[in-house]
């Protein structure tokens, strides 16, 4: 059996739907936006606090010939997950691409962390991706075509450093992409999940980047464009669902 082209309809999954890109101000989330628009998508770059780097994400698209529109809503309030999805059907569309990549999350030790602490951490990293994701999925189903990608992390496998509210918060969504994919198969969604680790320009290193480099199989930390190209890779997979993904230089091979 020969190969399908690369031009084949794969390559081509994206062109003309619109996505929603939550964090997409910066990091990993400016990445995959510019990834996404250059695969033909429109692109939504959700932001709350970092306006300015949303505008710069979004100007760099359109200039390059893309549509694209920066939204904001703060996704730790109970409704800003719906404002956000509002907000990218005004001015884009139907969602079609919901890539939840938005985090929060400092290091902390167990007898430091608050109830309101833990309950800040998972109402970004777990609740918003879920309120978002319910909201945007039975449009998706309708139309016989979606994608949802939540942004893990490899804390979710083993505990990681951060805290065990930004653990418990990542590992949350390994358990709702295996119940969201398995709903929603069938009508042509698929949903998983990708979990880096050490990726550099993301706030989120927990330590001394030359410390962590020694502590790399490929010796070097991770760049946001790699993180993209994985991620389009699997959100143009239409036989890709219900698995996390982790990329993290082989330190934590499973």
């Given at each position: 059996m020969?190969?399908?082209?690369?031009?084949g309809?794969?390559?081509?999954a994206?062109?003309?739907?619109?996505?929603?890109?939550?964090?997409?101000?910066g990091g990993?989330?400016?990445a995959?936006?510019?990834r996404?628009?250059?695969?033909?998508?429109g692109?939504a770059?959700g932001?709350?606090q970092?306006?300015?780097?949303?505008?710069?994400?979004?100007a760099?698209?359109?200039e390059?010939g893309g549509r694209?529109a920066?939204v904001?809503?703060?996704?730790s309030?109970?409704d800003?997950?719906?404002e956000?999805l509002?907000?990218?059907?005004?001015a884009l569309g139907?969602?079609?691409v919901?890539?939840?990549?938005?985090?929060?999350?400092?290091?902390?030790p167990?007898d430091?962390?608050?109830?309101a602490?833990?309950?800040?951490?998972?109402a970004?990293n777990?609740?918003?991706?879920?309120?978002?994701?319910?909201r945007?999925l039975?449009?998706m189903?309708?139309?016989g075509?979606g994608?949802?990608?939540f942004?893990?992390s490899?804390?979710a496998?083993t505990?990681?450093?951060i805290?065990?509210?930004?653990?418990?918060s990542k590992?949350?969504l390994h358990?709702?992409t295996?119940?969201?994919?398995?709903?929603?198969a069938?009508?042509?969604?698929?949903?998983?999940?990708?979990a880096?680790?050490?990726?550099?320009q993301?706030g989120?290193?927990?330590?001394?980047?030359?410390?962590l480099r020694?502590?790399?199989?490929?010796?070097?930390l991770?760049?946001?464009d790699e993180?993209?190209?994985?991620a389009?890779?699997?959100?143009?997979?239409?036989?890709?669902?219900?698995q996390v993904i982790?990329l993290d230089?082989?330190?934590?091979p499973?």
């Open positions: 020969t190969s399908p082209p690369a031009s309809p794969g390559n081509r994206l062109d003309g739907r619109v996505a929603l890109v939550t964090g997409g101000s990993i989330g400016r995959v936006a510019h996404l628009a250059a695969a033909g998508a692109v770059v932001f709350w970092n306006r300015e780097g949303a505008e710069q994400t979004v760099a698209i359109t390059a694209a920066g904001a809503a703060d996704l309030r109970l800003g997950p719906g956000l509002a907000a990218a059907e005004i139907p969602v079609d919901l890539v939840s990549n938005a985090g929060t999350g400092r290091a902390q167990l430091e962390i608050t109830a602490d833990f309950d800040e951490v998972l970004v777990l609740r918003a991706p879920f309120l978002l994701a319910q945007a039975p449009g189903a309708h139309r075509f994608r949802v990608l942004m893990s490899v804390a496998f505990g990681g450093i805290g065990p509210h930004y653990a418990a590992a949350g358990g709702l295996h119940y969201l994919a398995g709903q929603f069938a009508a042509g969604v698929t949903v998983n999940a990708l880096p680790a050490l990726i550099t993301t989120m290193l927990p330590g001394d980047p030359e410390e020694q502590q790399i199989p490929v010796g070097r991770g760049h946001p993180v993209a190209d994985l389009l890779a699997i959100l143009r997979n239409a036989y890709l669902t219900s982790s230089g082989g330190r934590y499973r």
